[in-house]
């Protein structure tokens, strides 16, 4: 391909000329909205100061700069920072190189461009700057701006403006192009200043001071000149009042073929039924339908995915009613084992549903029935009808405990369409962390909050502590590991482990409690295959002193094993599962081991490792040494005991966070919304 006749920086040049006409253009051909003090001369009057404004707001801005007060503009080093450097030398403006780093590691000039525009404050140039940094988020001040003005003494004076007429592009700021024949009008806000000896505290409440008086002044502006800001707002930046996006191409396309495909619905679910992932006598729960009639009452409709979710929800539930004990609760999940969860562990009065298919006649006959007053989804079960016709009826959607992987926000952001009408319908998100908080926001959720994980609150499992004695009769004196939530391709590592482990300790027991239940057949059988002895809870069966291992195929006894175990591996971690609960394990004194893969508990694996709460081990081999070993050595059972207990103290407090959120979000007694905050 033959190259351009000129470079790169020549053309930059060229557009940044024009662009800088189009400006002037914008200013001769539009009228001024008046003031009774002259933005000019307000800025002045600080003069040298920080000139601050958010990014994709600042097209307007040089025009409005009094033409004999000297500025140097800090301005990115990337390719538009050489254009929107063209065009404000155009305006007799110099230029400084360089951008924050946005959290990232790299740095883009920001060292370098903070000392020049410290030099240039003290030399008596006036600095105009974005507060927030590419890539964002958009309209959140950075602390580079901050410790700007504490070095150099010098105040930041917030600006913003505006014109009647003007076009948003789709990029993460909302780049706004101000269009000629428009009322354009400028606002500058009062001046932020920075002690030189301002510490953390200090420099943050001064960073939240920059964004208060940044967004006060974005809002008057557009009021002035007779604009709606919405358009030229960033999704990640709008209130949760702002009306939601329009459904795109994508999520069109899936009412469409969800609603076409609701005549399938019978022969998919016969099918899974074969599978036994289906209940045959409570089907028809799936088509919204029930025999079950709605109590009297402020009704919240829960859901949660299946048993982990369930557990994680269940102290949700009994948390609310202490607090408003008027509420009356549906809970709906997904799968039998967590159906059959709910029916021992519910409180009297409380309901359970199997959850509607996901197509809109489904949801409407399932909402006409049960009219929740809200509803409070958990983890990542984000489903497009049901969150639309929830919003349609003015029904406040919560999505608690928040999670997302790696592979499904790069799916959802690559589909603008889809994700930021569903996630711009959710009243609030209660996430695991704040980097999952930061990617709830990123796909348009407008009310987005760190709590914790609600896992780490959830009280122990309940175990029948007449079961647990008998049990503990039976294997008295031997030696009890449990593999937990195991998942396929994880069992056949736990046999070879039992093998290697009975050479060693020949009396040992291996209990494997499978993830799904209805997988013991399969276990058994590679158990056998394996030549070992096997007995099975879900027939009544005990382990004698001839059972090398012992499948614990029941629902709602993790418990119990948990408590008669010494150490646990936690499955769904030498398979690409995510992990399960380790926490589950540790409330029983119960020492964790983990395979690899933690996706699903990021943050309780972190501080589990770091404080040598938990191992983590790679394969049968691995397993076999750490069981061998901490079976007989009770010191370091204590210190990872300890360890574990550290941990599980420092992730603590997400229940009370995501009642508060709740409650703030549940319609009063006297039946009027109350704003979450």
């Not at 557009?15 to 009774?36: D, E, N, P, Y």
């Not at 155009?90 to 959290?103: K, L």
């Not at 269940?314 to 549906?330: C, I, N, S, Y």
């Not at 550290?646 to 966070?657: E, Q, R, T, V, Y």
């Amino acid at each position: 391909m033959a190259r351009l006749p000129i470079d790169k920086r020549t053309l930059n040049g060229f557009a940044g000329k024009l662009g800088a006409k189009f400006i002037k253009l914008v200013h001769r051909t539009s009228s001024v909205a008046q003031q009774q003090e002259l933005p000019a001369d307000k800025i002045k009057s600080f003069h040298p100061c920080i000139i601050a404004f958010w990014h994709g707001q600042f097209m307007l801005i040089p025009g409005f700069c009094p033409k004999d007060m000297p500025v140097a503009n800090m301005v990115a080093r990337h390719g538009d920072g050489e254009l929107i450097g063209a065009a404000l030398k155009e305006f007799g403006m110099d230029v400084i190189r360089g951008s924050g780093a946005a959290g990232r590691k790299k740095d883009r000039g920001g060292v370098k461009a903070l000392r020049e525009a410290v030099r240039a404050l003290e030399s008596g140039l006036s600095v105009p700057m974005t507060a927030d940094v590419p890539p964002g988020p958009a309209r959140k001040a950075g602390l580079g701006i901050v410790k700007i003005a504490q070095l150099s003494g010098r105040p930041i004076v917030p600006v913003a403006a505006a014109s009647s007429r003007y076009r948003a592009l789709d990029t993460w700021s909302r780049m706004t192009i101000n269009l000629p024949y428009s009322r354009i009008g400028i606002i500058v806000g009062d001046p932020i200043t920075v002690a030189a000896d301002a510490g953390e505290a200090d420099l943050e409440a001064a960073r939240q001071a920059v964004e208060r008086e940044l967004n006060a002044i974005t809002a008057r502006v557009y009021e002035m000149v007779g604009a709606d800001p919405t358009r030229a707002t960033p999704h990640t930046a709008l209130s949760p009042e702002a009306a939601p996006a329009k459904a795109g191409l994508g999520l069109s396309a899936y009412q469409l073929v969800t609603r076409a495909g609701t005549p399938l619905a019978g022969a998919v679910l016969r099918y899974r039924q074969r599978q036994h992932k289906e209940d045959p006598a409570r089907m028809y729960e799936r088509f919204g339908q029930t025999e079950t009639p709605r109590p009297q009452g402020t009704f919240v409709w829960l859901h949660a995915a299946s048993v982990g979710e369930t557990n994680a929800i269940l102290p949700v539930m009994t948390a609310l009613r202490g607090e408003r004990p008027d509420l009356k609760f549906l809970l709906t999940t997904g799968t039998v084992t967590s159906a059959a969860m709910a029916a021992q562990r519910l409180a009297p009065g409380d309901i359970h549903q199997y959850a509607p298919w996901d197509t809109t006649p489904f949801v409407r006959r399932f909402l006409d029935h049960w009219q929740p007053a809200a509803v409070i989804l958990t983890e990542s079960e984000i489903w497009p009808n049901t969150i639309i016709e929830c919003h349609a009826r003015g029904i406040p959607i919560a999505l608690i405990n928040g999670r997302m992987s790696d592979r499904s926000f790069a799916r959802w952001r690559k589909n603008p369409g889809f994700s930021r009408p569903l996630f711009s319908r959710l009243r609030t998100v209660l996430a695991q962390n704040e980097k999952l908080a930061r990617r709830f926001r990123e796909l348009g959720a407008r009310d987005t909050h760190q709590a914790g994980n609600l896992k780490i609150d959830a009280p122990p499992l309940p175990v029948n502590g007449n079961q647990l004695e008998a049990f503990r009769a039976t294997v008295a004196g031997r030696p009890i590991w449990v593999a937990a939530s195991t998942h396929p391709g994880e069992d056949e590592v736990v046999i070879s482990a039992h093998r290697r482990i009975a050479a060693a300790r020949p009396d040992v027991l291996t209990i494997i409690a499978p993830r799904h239940p209805e997988r013991g057949d399969d276990i058994v059988r590679l158990a056998q295959a394996a030549g070992f002895t096997t007995a099975r809870r879900s027939l009544g069966e005990s382990p004698d002193a001839s059972t090398g291992i012992y499948i614990a195929d029941t629902i709602g006894e993790l418990g119990l094993f948990y408590s008669a175990s010494t150490v646990a591996f936690v499955g769904g971690s030498l398979v690409a599962r995510g992990g399960q609960n380790p926490i589950e394990a540790i409330r029983f004194d119960t020492v964790v081991l983990t395979g690899p893969d933690t996706s699903n508990f990021t943050d309780a694996y972190a501080a589990l490792l770091r404080r040598g709460g938990a191992l983590q081990v790679t394969n049968a081999a691995g397993i076999a040494d750490a069981v061998t070993r901490l079976l007989s050595d009770e010191i370091e059972l204590a210190r990872m005991r300890q360890g574990a207990t550290a941990a599980l103290d420092s992730l603590s407090g997400a229940l009370d966070k995501t009642v508060t959120a709740l409650l703030a979000l549940l319609p009063k007694p006297d039946g009027k919304l109350q704003r979450a905050s």
